[in-house]
Protein backbone atom coordinates (compact mmCIF):
# COMPACT_ATOMS: atom_id res chain seq x y z
CA UNK A 1 0.00 0.00 0.00
CA UNK A 2 1.26 3.81 -1.10
CA UNK A 3 0.18 6.51 0.77
CA UNK A 4 0.60 10.32 -1.52
CA UNK A 5 0.46 13.32 0.37
CA UNK A 6 -0.09 16.31 -1.85
CA UNK A 7 1.15 19.78 -0.41
CA UNK A 8 2.65 23.54 -1.58
CA UNK A 9 -0.66 24.54 -3.16
CA UNK A 10 -2.05 27.94 -2.13
CA UNK A 11 -2.78 31.21 -3.99
CA UNK A 12 -0.83 32.61 -6.84
CA UNK A 13 -0.96 35.88 -9.09
CA UNK A 14 -1.00 35.03 -13.25
CA UNK A 15 1.61 34.83 -14.43
CA UNK A 16 3.60 33.61 -11.29
CA UNK A 17 4.75 30.00 -9.95
CA UNK A 18 4.14 27.16 -7.64
CA UNK A 19 6.09 24.15 -6.73
CA UNK A 20 3.90 21.27 -5.62
CA UNK A 21 5.52 18.18 -3.59
CA UNK A 22 3.71 14.63 -3.27
CA UNK A 23 5.39 12.15 -1.07
CA UNK A 24 4.64 8.41 -0.60
CA UNK A 25 4.88 6.36 2.54
CA UNK A 26 3.93 2.94 2.81
CA UNK A 27 6.50 1.78 0.59
CA UNK A 28 8.80 3.02 -1.81
CA UNK A 29 7.50 4.97 -5.16
CA UNK A 30 10.77 4.38 -7.12
CA UNK A 31 8.93 1.49 -8.72
CA UNK A 32 5.67 3.67 -9.76
CA UNK A 33 5.42 5.79 -12.89
CA UNK A 34 4.08 8.76 -11.14
CA UNK A 35 1.48 11.32 -12.58
CA UNK A 36 -0.07 14.27 -12.19
CA UNK A 37 -4.28 15.50 -12.75
CA UNK A 38 -6.12 18.49 -11.66
CA UNK A 39 -9.57 18.76 -11.39
CA UNK A 40 -11.59 22.02 -11.64
CA UNK A 41 -14.91 23.07 -9.47
CA UNK A 42 -18.09 21.06 -12.90
CA UNK A 43 -15.13 19.75 -14.61
CA UNK A 44 -13.63 16.27 -14.98
CA UNK A 45 -10.43 15.14 -13.57
CA UNK A 46 -7.46 16.11 -16.21
CA UNK A 47 -4.11 14.69 -16.86
CA UNK A 48 -1.70 17.20 -16.48
CA UNK A 49 1.54 15.11 -16.83
CA UNK A 50 3.54 11.61 -15.84
CA UNK A 51 7.24 10.78 -15.36
CA UNK A 52 8.35 7.29 -15.63
CA UNK A 53 9.86 5.65 -12.73
CA UNK A 54 13.35 6.01 -13.16
CA UNK A 55 12.49 9.83 -14.33
CA UNK A 56 14.52 9.18 -17.56
CA UNK A 57 11.23 10.12 -19.50
CA UNK A 58 8.06 12.51 -19.10
CA UNK A 59 4.79 13.27 -20.70
CA UNK A 60 2.69 16.09 -21.15
CA UNK A 61 -0.52 17.20 -22.70
CA UNK A 62 -0.18 20.32 -24.84
CA UNK A 63 -2.49 22.43 -22.44
CA UNK A 64 0.79 22.79 -20.24
CA UNK A 65 3.93 21.55 -21.95
CA UNK A 66 6.55 23.83 -21.56
CA UNK A 67 5.23 25.64 -18.43
CA UNK A 68 5.17 22.47 -16.29
CA UNK A 69 7.78 20.39 -15.18
CA UNK A 70 8.01 17.18 -13.80
CA UNK A 71 10.70 15.91 -11.52
CA UNK A 72 11.24 13.02 -8.63
CA UNK A 73 13.78 12.43 -5.71
CA UNK A 74 13.40 8.36 -5.50
CA UNK A 75 15.46 8.73 -2.27
CA UNK A 76 13.30 11.32 -0.67
CA UNK A 77 10.13 9.22 -1.92
CA UNK A 78 8.92 12.35 -3.40
CA UNK A 79 7.38 13.87 -6.92
CA UNK A 80 7.42 17.35 -7.91
CA UNK A 81 5.30 19.76 -9.73
CA UNK A 82 6.92 22.53 -11.13
CA UNK A 83 4.57 25.26 -12.38
CA UNK A 84 5.29 28.69 -14.42
CA UNK A 85 3.35 31.05 -15.63
CA UNK A 86 0.26 30.02 -14.22
CA UNK A 87 -3.38 30.84 -15.67
CA UNK A 88 -6.62 31.50 -13.64
CA UNK A 89 -7.74 28.68 -15.79
CA UNK A 90 -5.05 26.33 -14.13
CA UNK A 91 -6.88 27.02 -11.09
CA UNK A 92 -8.23 23.35 -9.45
CA UNK A 93 -7.33 20.77 -6.77
CA UNK A 94 -3.91 19.13 -8.20
CA UNK A 95 -3.58 15.39 -7.32
CA UNK A 96 -0.42 13.13 -7.68
CA UNK A 97 -1.14 9.30 -8.28
CA UNK A 98 1.30 6.25 -8.81
CA UNK A 99 0.94 3.70 -11.11
CA UNK A 100 3.29 0.78 -12.21
CA UNK A 101 1.98 0.67 -16.07
CA UNK A 102 3.82 2.47 -18.31
CA UNK A 103 1.40 3.08 -21.54
CA UNK A 104 -1.95 5.05 -21.12
CA UNK A 105 -0.53 7.48 -18.80
CA UNK A 106 -2.63 9.89 -19.12
CA UNK A 107 -5.73 7.40 -18.54
CA UNK A 108 -6.69 8.01 -14.48
CA UNK A 109 -7.96 4.33 -14.58
CA UNK A 110 -4.42 2.88 -14.97
CA UNK A 111 -2.98 4.64 -11.23
CA UNK A 112 -3.94 2.76 -8.30
CA UNK A 113 -2.90 5.58 -5.60
CA UNK A 114 -3.58 8.60 -5.56
CA UNK A 115 -3.70 11.62 -2.99
CA UNK A 116 -5.80 13.87 -1.18
CA UNK A 117 -5.20 16.81 -3.55
CA UNK A 118 -3.85 20.11 -2.86
CA UNK A 119 -5.89 23.45 -3.81
CA UNK A 120 -4.15 25.91 -6.90
CA UNK A 121 -5.94 28.82 -7.19
CA UNK A 122 -4.82 31.65 -9.65
CA UNK A 123 -6.02 34.99 -9.15
CA UNK A 124 -5.02 38.61 -8.93
Known amino acids: QVQLVESGGGLVQPGGSLRLSCVGSGRSISTYHMGWFRQAPGKEREFVGRISSTGLTTFYPDSVKGRFTISRDNAKNTVYLQMNSLKPENTAVYFC?????????????????WGQGTQVTVSS
Open 97 to 113: AASQRYYSAADDYNYDY
